[in-house]
């Protein structure tokens, strides 16, 4: 069965610096997911990565997938605090799309 | 286009109650998924609607829980008699056609059992 780990669990940064926040899996998943949520919302869908070696940027936001070393990274650039929000990766668990969380990184932007 | 749509957004009951969780799923969206996050735990699958049918249920904790999707449309998801390790946020999420297409959440009921 697929496992997520997410590392940092927790990350108190301050505005201007950058970051990574990293997700490794266990087993082979045919996509990653990364999702943000803000406390008491729905969890956003960030970005959808399919292949190896997949970088999607969306702002000051940027993640990348490396199927061989099982690794999925979102990297902060200059970092202001309306990023402030918990970020989850997950990945495809089941034949029935379920999906697999990590235990989710709480970023803290700072001034 | 609305979202998903939960309710209630918080429940507070006594160990032994009953609670009955609401999601409507985006119109047009085949698939819907529960999902639940106990505290300090990862967010963890509970099951799976496609229209009416559940695919897959192998999430769901014991025979406490009952889901249903009445005419493919909005789920409950009915927990009797609550126990206290069912506190939690629990989560729905649809997604349109295939199984893997990006799955859209709600924003959770958070579930405390005193």
């Known amino acids: 069965e697929l496992k997520v780990e997410q590392n940092p669990l927790f990350l108190s940064m301050q505005e201007g610096k950058n970051y990574t926040i990293y997700c490794n899996y266990s087993t082979t998943s045919d996509r990653l997911y990364w999702y943000r949520q803000d406390p008491g919302k729905s969890l956003e869908s960030l970005f959808v990565?399919?292949?190896?070696?997949a970088v999607k940027q969306e702002g000051r936001l940027m993640a990348s997938l490396d199927t061989k070393a099982r690794l999925s990274t979102l990297h902060i650039t200059a970092a202001v605090h309306d990023l402030s929000a918990t970020y989850f990766c997950?990945?495809?668990?089941?034949?029935?799309?379920?999906?697999?969380f990590g235990k989710g990184t709480k970023l803290s932007v700072k001034p | 286009e609305a979202g998903v749509t939960q309710f209630p957004s918080h429940s507070v009951i006594e160990k032994g109650q009953t609670v009955t969780l609401r999601c409507d799923p985006i119109s047009g969206h085949d698939n819907l998924y529960w999902y639940r996050r106990v505290m300090g735990k990862e967010i963890k699958f509970l099951l799976h609607f496609v229209k009416e049918s559940k695919q897959d249920e192998s999430g769901m904790p014991n025979n406490r829980f009952l889901a249903e999707r009445t005419g493919g449309t909005y789920s409950t998801l009915k927990v009797q008699p609550a126990e206290l390790e069912d506190s939690g946020v629990y989560f729905c999420a649809s997604s349109q056609f295939g199984i893997r297409e990006t799955q859209y959440f709600g924003p959770g009921t958070r579930l405390l059992v005193l």
């Open positions: 990565l399919l292949s190896n070696g």
């Open positions: 997950a990945g495809i668990g089941g034949s029935q799309g379920n999906l697999i």
